[in-house]
């Protein structure tokens, strides 16, 4: 693996820093009850690597299935010293350091999305962040309701769930987006308090129009918030014109006019588990999270992120990663992180014009983000047939001589009917998918189609 050197050398320097610095205080004894016997070591390390090795190969290009890759060692570097420190982001006093930073990247994040002034913070997922600013949308306006695609993560049903928000799922427009004209009709009725979207959805990688949701907000008052956990990093390219051609560039400008947005650095931003943010364009929602807590410390009148976040504990050192990854890899579309998400995007294109350009496989729609979906070219199939298939293909590919990962996408019917690339018939299916996250995959397109080929040769159905 090509950075493993890097890493070496950089987790050296993390440890090295931190060495020097608890050697500039009083020397101290460590105690023998924190020792441990040297050959249980052996034997449990032994026991260790064995099941280590049981982890799908994240790291390669040939992952081609779901969201997962291993932070940049730059991140590794940052995250390592601070977890050597271990300081809590819930309070001053507990990260002096990291806060300060946390509150640096969440400041940069905002700029990245163009925001006005911004309140924000760190959590552990975007989950938890999603969940906060449904948390605030439930506190500005109790009793109304949530409004979400079909689309939007799993999650959005089961956090209104939690919150006791009634929430409405609205299907999705011919394109696969959220249906805005069904959101409209539901705002009409003026209980809806917040409409989400989503940038980037976690299944087809698609963006939601929210250029023209910025109507809903002007005409019926509603709160709208985006869900760009996955896509969120994209809005780098929608800036500048040299790049803006890659990304939906008005619906990621728009951001800019929303009230609440969640992005997962653990996701495009090449950070380790868990960092996902949240921020806020409007700072005075940070009174909503008042509460006392008597165990927290007094040493700074500023506020706490502790005081604007529900999450008590948080790592100091997911901060420490983000803070020096946006030093080393800035936030901009020509250099960092920019020209990184630019070639994941390259990296789809590409994947879907070979796809679509044989005769094996059907694209199914042109990807908007570096998520790509398509599955087995067989017009006298089923949809359940075809949901075999490329069942089989996923299956066979994780255990080839050349292995490749993939990962399912399950349509409902509706959303299969909506697909015109789609065999008429029957029925929910499930189509293969690729999120191609990795810079690398840029330059493992001939692989990846090669290995499809052959992937689809030895499972078509009829074979033994
Ligand atoms: C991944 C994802 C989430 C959930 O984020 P976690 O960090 O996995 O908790 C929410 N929304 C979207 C659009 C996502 O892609």
Redesign the pocket.
């Known amino acids: 693996m090509p950075e493993d050197a890097l890493i070496s050398q950089l987790t050296e320097r993390a440890i090295e820093l931190v060495a020097k610095w608890e050697g500039s205080f009083h020397e101290y004894r460590a105690h023998p009850a924190t020792a441990f016997d040297e050959k249980g070591f052996e034997a449990s390390w032994a026991e260790f690597s064995r099941r280590m090795a049981g982890n799908y190969p994240f790291f390669h290009p040939s992952f081609a299935g779901q969201?997962l890759k291993p932070p940049h060692p730059v991140a590794v570097a940052g995250y390592l010293a601070a977890l050597l420190v271990n300081p809590n982001n819930h309070a001053l006093d507990g990260g002096p350091v990291t806060s300060q930073m946390e509150k640096e990247v969440v400041a940069a994040l905002g700029e990245m999305l163009h925001l006005p002034a911004i309140l924000g913070h760190l959590t552990s997922?975007?989950?938890?962040?999603?969940l906060e600013a449904l948390f605030v949308a439930r506190q500005l306006a109790p009793g109304k309701q949530v409004v979400f695609g079909s689309n939007?993560?799993y999650?959005h049903k089961r956090m209104c769930q939690l919150l006791g928000i009634e929430a409405v799922e609205v299907g999705l427009d011919e394109r696969g987006r959220i249906d805005l004209e069904a959101v409209a009709r539901h705002c009409e009725g003026g209980k809806v308090g917040t409409v989400v979207l989503?940038a980037?959805?976690?299944g087809r990688g698609l963006v939601d129009p929210i250029d023209q949701a910025l109507q809903l907000k002007e005409r019926y008052g509603v709160r709208l918030h985006v869900?760009?956990?996955?896509?969120g990093f994209f809005s780098l390219l929608a800036w500048e014109d040299a790049s803006a051609g890659l990304v939906p560039a008005p619906a990621y400008r728009a951001i800019a006019g929303c009230d609440s947005v969640?992005v997962?650095p653990?996701?495009h931003g090449l950070q380790p588990y868990?960092c996902?943010a949240v921020l806020f364009s409007d700072p005075r929602v940070g009174i909503l999270y008042r509460h006392d807590s008597p165990y927290t410390y007094f040493t700074s009148t500023d506020l706490h992120l502790g005081e604007i976040s529900l999450e008590c504990s948080r790592a100091g050192a997911a901060a420490a990663a983000l803070w020096l990854t946006f030093r080393v890899l800035p936030l901009e579309a020509g250099q960092g992180l920019g020209p990184i998400l630019a070639a994941c995007r390259r990296a789809a294109l590409s994947f879907s014009e070979r796809l679509a350009a044989t005769d094996g496989f059907l694209l199914l729609e042109e990807p908007e983000l570096d998520i790509v979906t398509y599955l087995p070219s067989a017009p006298e199939l089923s949809r359940r047939q075809l949901a075999e298939w490329s069942q089989a293909i996923l299956r066979e590919g994780m255990v080839a001589r050349e292995p490749l990962y993939l990962s399912l996408l399950q349509l409902g019917e509706r959303e299969a009917d909506r697909l015109g690339s789609l065999p008429a018939g029957e029925g929910e299916t499930r189509v293969l998918r690729s999120v191609l996250m990795k810079p690398e995959h840029e330059l493992y397109i001939d692989e990846l189609v090669a290995r499809l080929a052959s992937l689809r040769e030895k499972t078509a159905p009829g074979k033994p």
């Open positions: 969201m997922s975007g989950t938890i962040a999603n939007a993560h999650t989503t980037g959805s976690t869900d760009a956990a996955y896509g969640v997962d653990h996701k868990g996902g």
